[in-house]
């Protein structure tokens, strides 16, 4: 068997990690900006964090929810998917989007991500 083959769910795990981690930075600066914290300089070394994590929403959406909810993507990221099986889907398909809920509801300034 291929080494990739072996360490594809690795790498995805470690995707879907990184999108976390970048989730919880992007929604601190949310934070910032609601308040009126956001200065010129936490913009500047922001809006990369945002970018980054957009492009890693964009990977993991397509390549590791494509197979782990075995099918295409409908939608442009991952929390437009979850929040489209939590509201209409039943069975596991909703489970997995109930299972990232407390991974991300609770960071979200608006308590309701997914």
Known sequence: ????????????????????????????LKRAKDAGLLTTTAKCFGYPVLFAGLLLDFLANTLVLTVLLMELPREGTVTSRLKRHNATSTGWRKAVAAWAEPLLDPYDPSGDHI
């Open 1 to 28: 068997m291929s080494q990739a083959i072996i360490l594809a769910p690795v790498y995805a795990l470690l995707l879907l990690y990184a999108l976390w981690v970048f989730f919880l930075a992007v929604m601190s």
